[in-house]
């Protein structure tokens, strides 16, 4: 990728963030990762093609440009936050995902309920997956290893938590998060 192409690439994830409050692929993949899905059932759940969908993870895209789609991914990101605090079970996500599917909206998305549940508190899982979103867009995971070697003789909890967020399993960042709260 030439410097033309990777700013035109960062200038669509800002327009992304702007929008959709982080960029698509990191929407996309926490879907993924939340609801058990892959690349190709999320784009079929959407109604996007899977190149459509590539492209707007990639940065190649900033923009959805069907409203029904963008209205589809947040009923998406409400049914992961009810599955992730075990509101439904995964049969019924499986469903709820064939509804989301043929729904028709138009609303915009917001903000709005992408990181609480139906009774408004945000769960473990989404704010530690929150934390790691946003140490993973800062730095690679390697890069923040090295950050964690070079704090530990002086600040071991620390190196420890972005050892942990930064690059460790999502399962033992919610553990970690759990431990750490009385």
């Known amino acids: 990728m030439d410097a033309a192409q ?11 963030r702007s929008w959709y409050g982080e960029p698509l692929g990191a929407l996309f993949r926490r879907l993924i ?83 609480t549940t139906t009774g408004g508190a945000p769960t473990v899982r989404r704010v530690v997956r929150e934390i790691q979103s946003l140490l993973r867009s800062v730095a690679a995971a390697g890069d923040i290893i090295d950050a964690a070697d070079s704090l530990a003789p002086a600040h071991p909890e620390l190196a420890e938590f972005l050892r942990v967020y930064g690059a460790g399993r999502t399962a033992d ?3 970690h998060y759990e431990g750490h709260q009385s």
């Open 6 to 16: 990777q700013e035109a690439t960062a200038r669509a994830r800002e327009l992304q």
């Open 33 to 115: 990762d939340d609801l058990g899905l892959n690349q190709a059932r999320l784009a079929a759940v959407l109604g996007l093609s899977a190149p459509m969908l590539s492209q707007l993870m990639s940065g190649q895209r900033a923009k959805i440009g069907n409203p029904a789609v963008v209205q589809r991914v947040q009923a998406l990101q409400e049914l992961a936050g009810q599955v992730a605090d075990g509101s439904i079970s995964a049969g019924e996500a499986t469903d709820r995902m064939e509804e989301i599917k043929k729904s028709q909206g138009g609303s915009v998305l917001t903000n709005t309920g992408q990181t």
């Open 173 to 175: 960042a919610v553990a």
